[in-house]
């Protein structure tokens, strides 16, 4: 008997399967067809991903469009106009929120995926500021595609935001520290299966109607005290309909030719940063969405086989913008001066941040999540000045040792830091342009984070522009 389950053919007989059927004889052409297809196929293209690997406020719109230069296509895949990168071109300083940073380059198509959240009076708002402070973003609607599966946030979302914050601080004395951009109820929204999306604004505007009033009244329902100019609402997002939808594409196809067509680069911009991760963050003091690489396959409709480098960006200190715990915070002089000398303001809220020294045992965790390709190291040249740098290499509660970084957030409130003192260098790094220039001990302070992480430095920032980004493999 045959393997496959069919009666030889015997004696000249016409082969017979256990079933009486007659055995169906394939062609040496077919059987070539079905192993091709079997074999394990390489994908055409991969996508490079740009991630937070602290609590945001790292530098990726300075490495994402350090690699834009030469990339075809720039996505955005989660969060909304709660993040903020700033980028300086010629001296030109751009703010983003919700545009791709790789809009500033005008051969590569930036791409808004579907795990975005869209403000779309904030999208416009903020191309009509970058528009008026240099040359950059000139005929940025003729690069730019936004996917029609991307929720949408409205006025109320944010009006709910600041209610749940107030809320938040009477019941319990404290809040959560969000922007007020109204990215969380957008999500919301969206996991309730009542959001609204680009597609819906997009195609027949009376319909769209129906269901905005609907999502309306829901949440004048749940807020009572919720003031909404509905009719106002709807009348101004009929005008961005106009706008928007020469921008609009099928997000999912758009990527899978991108991904499978012709030679292409193709960058991911992560927005906030893995311990913001709803899922792996310092919960509940985390965004809506999920920032670390898993969010780059649900956010842009990429098969997990596609994605390539994944970088992770870490200040060579820590910072935090608003409250949840930060183990290596130093609320004394050293957090003043990293504070000054980095000009640490929010770009989206204009807090000011909370600074303490580089915690690697942070940094570790998100490489655990994030499976970092190499590391782009930035605002090296803040430490410039001090004589003692201090790093954070374990974590312990009440005399005993953390073996990994806890989940609960009463427990990280709680740690005791191990520092690995390094000695400073005490001079100016901000001319340096090559790894080699760089002084003695801020070369040992970099390999002494590669040695830790055991994952390899392959960028060190030395200052604002895209020129003091030093490649050093």
């Given amino acids: 008997m045959a393997s496959d389950g069919t009666m030889a053919n015997v004696n000249g007989k016409e082969a017979v399967s ?11 052409e077919s059987v070539a067809h079905e192993s091709s297809l079997r074999a394990p196929k390489e994908p055409q293209n991969k996508v490079t991903v740009v991630l937070g690997a602290q609590w945001g406020d790292e ?19 989660q969060g909304g106009n709660n993040a903020g990168h700033t980028v300086v071109v010629d001296s030109v300083e751009y703010d983003f929120h919700l545009l791709p940073s790789g809009v500033l ?9 579907n795990g975005v959240v869209i403000h779309l009076p904030g999208l416009f708002e903020e191309a009509q500021k970058n528009l008026q402070k240099g040359k950059g973003l000139q005929g940025w609607e003729t690069r730019l595609k936004i996917s029609d599966r991307a929720h949408l946030v409205f006025n109320f979302h944010q009006a709910v935001d600041g209610i749940q914050e107030q809320q938040r601080q009477q019941q319990e004395g404290k809040n959560l520290g969000t922007t007020k951009k ?21 195609s027949d505007f009376k319909v769209f109607e129906g269901k905005f009033r609907m999502l309306a009244e829901h949440f004048l329902t749940m807020y009572p005290n919720l ?3 509905v009719d106002g609402e709807l009348e101004q997002l009929k005008g961005y309909a106009e706008r928007l939808r020469p921008l609009v594409t099928d997000g999912v196809y ?11 680069k193709i960058l991911v911009e992560g927005a906030n940063a893995a311990l913001l991760d709803i899922d792996f963050g310092t919960y509940p003091f985390v965004t809506s969405s999920n920032c670390t690489v898993g969010g780059v396959c649900t956010g842009l409709g990429v098969p997990p086989s596609y994605v390539g480098r994944v970088y992770g960006v870490v200040k060579a200190y820590t910072t935090r913008v608003g409250v949840g715990a930060f183990p290596t915070e130093q609320d004394d002089e050293t957090g003043e001066l990293l504070q000054c000398r980095g000009r640490e303001v929010g770009v989206t809220t ?22 970092f390709s190499a590391i782009a190291l930035t605002k090296l040249d803040i430490l410039d000045t ?10 312990s509660v009440d005399g005993k040792p953390l073996p990994s970084f806890p989940a609960n957030m009463d427990v990280l409130t709680r740690v005791s830091v191990e520092y690995e003192t390094l000695p400073g260098w005490c001079c100016s790094t901000e001319s340096a342009r090559r790894f080699e220039e760089l002084p003695p001990r801020a070369q040992q302070y970099i390999r002494f984070i590669e040695n830790f992480l055991q994952v390899p430095v392959k960028w060190v920032g030395v200052g604002k522009s895209r020129e003091s980004m030093i490649k050093l493999f």
């Fill in 350 to 371: 204009g807090r000011k941040r909370r600074c303490g020294w580089l915690d690697l045992i942070l940094v570790r965790y998100a490489h655990m999540v994030n499976g």
């Fill in 105 to 113: 380059n005008k051969n590569a198509v930036s791409f808004i995926g």
């Fill in 227 to 229: 003031k909404l100019d």
């Fill in 254 to 264: 758009f990527m899978h030719k991108a991904l499978n067509g012709p030679n292409k």
């Fill in 59 to 77: 530098g990726k719109g300075k490495v994402v469009d350090l690699l834009a230069l030469d990339a075809d296509i720039v996505c955005r895949c």
């Fill in 182 to 202: 109204g990215i969380g109820p957008a999500y919301s929204s969206k996991a309730a299966r009542n959001g609204l999306r680009v597609c819906d604004l997009v």
């Fill in 18 to 28: 256990l079933n009486g059927e007659p055995v169906v004889k394939r062609s040496r």
């Fill in 386 to 395: 001090l004589s003692d740098i201090k790093v954070g290499v374990a974590y």
